[in-house]
Nanobody, 123 residues
Framework: QVLLVESGGGLVQAGGSLRLSCAVS????????MGWFRQAPGKERMFVAV????????VYVDSVKGRFTISKDNAKNTMYLQITNLRPADTAVYYC????????????????WGQGTQVTVSS
């Protein structure tokens, strides 16, 4: 059973930065395509970024390009999301997710999910 645990969320002012982490256990990070999603109150869970199993390919939703960076350390079995220049619209619960093969841009593409970490951006 693959378990994902997010950490690193918090309350920050607009323009600030955070680094979210997703620790993986029960499986090797290098075997999975990994994604970040976010869900604001009353809204659907939305795709943010994805990174390939080898780490060489990543895709971002347009609204975060240039501000968010997805990365992974397979040796540490941990994925990261570096977030800069935070905006109030980035306020959401951020989830990491894993799927064994192939790129996934939809929540339903993923088999494993963490419990989420709250990011709140004040203006």
């Amino acid at each position: 059973q693959v378990l994902l645990v997010e950490s690193g969320g918090g309350l920050v002012q607009a323009g600030g930065s955070l680094r979210l982490s997703c620790a993986v256990s029960g499986g090797a990070l290098g075997d999975y395509t990994m994604g970040w999603f976010r869900q604001a109150p009353g809204k659907e869970r939305m795709f943010v970024a994805v990174i390939s199993s080898a780490g060489g390919d990543s895709v971002y939703v347009d609204s975060v390009k240039g501000r968010f960076t997805i990365s992974k350390d397979n040796a540490k079995n941990t994925m990261y999301l570096q977030i800069t220049n935070l905006r109030p619209a980035d306020t959401a619960v951020y989830y990491c997710a894993a799927r064994p093969v192939g790129r996934g841009l939809r929540a339903l593409d993923y088999d494993y999910w963490g419990q989420g970490t709250q990011v709140t951006v004040s203006s």
